[in-house]
């Protein structure tokens, strides 16, 4: 009886410790980051979006500010410009700058002469890759 008694208690210890010695709640590790909440991204160009601008000699000045409120790691702001002959041309201008500060100046440059142009512009946050503004206008040249 007392074989059985010490073997109960022994099976009994050995269950409370490899409980208490499982897969605990880990600690160390690296947790997954918090989602980053950031307003959508507002932004007005100047030409506006959508407009078609009238012939004109140039400079062709576009000015990108964000309205919304300014992401934490800035914008990245993406600009091309091609002709727009339906043809489905490459970009004649691009350019690509990061920026903290909510309004940001281009002049597109190599325009062709008497042509029908678009121009079309992404702002995306840095902090969020989600978030994202498109947005584009017409212009011709003279």
Not at 29 to 55: F, K, R
Not at 71 to 83: F, H, L, M, R, S
Not at 85 to 111: C, E
Request: proline share 8%; with cysteine; charged share 10%.
């Amino acid at each position: 009886m007392r074989k059985v008694m010490r073997f109960g208690v022994l099976l009994l210890l050995s269950s409370v410790i490899l409980t208490a010695c499982g897969k605990g709640g880990g600690g160390g590790g690296n947790p997954d980051p918090p989602p980053v909440n950031e307003a959508t991204l507002a932004v007005t160009l100047d030409p506006a979006v959508g407009s078609v601008q009238l012939p004109a000699l140039g400079p062709y000045n576009l000015k990108v500010t964000v309205t919304s409120a300014m992401p934490a790691n800035g914008v990245k702001i993406e600009v091309t410009a091609k002709k727009d002959d339906g043809t489905n041309p490459a970009p004649f201008f691009s350019s690509t700058v990061n920026a903290t500060a909510a309004a940001t100046n281009f002049t597109i440059t190599g325009t062709p002469l008497a042509t029908q142009c678009l121009v079309q512009v992404q702002v995306t946050s840095l902090t969020k890759a989600s978030n994202v503004f498109a947005g584009s206008y017409r212009y011709a040249s003279k």
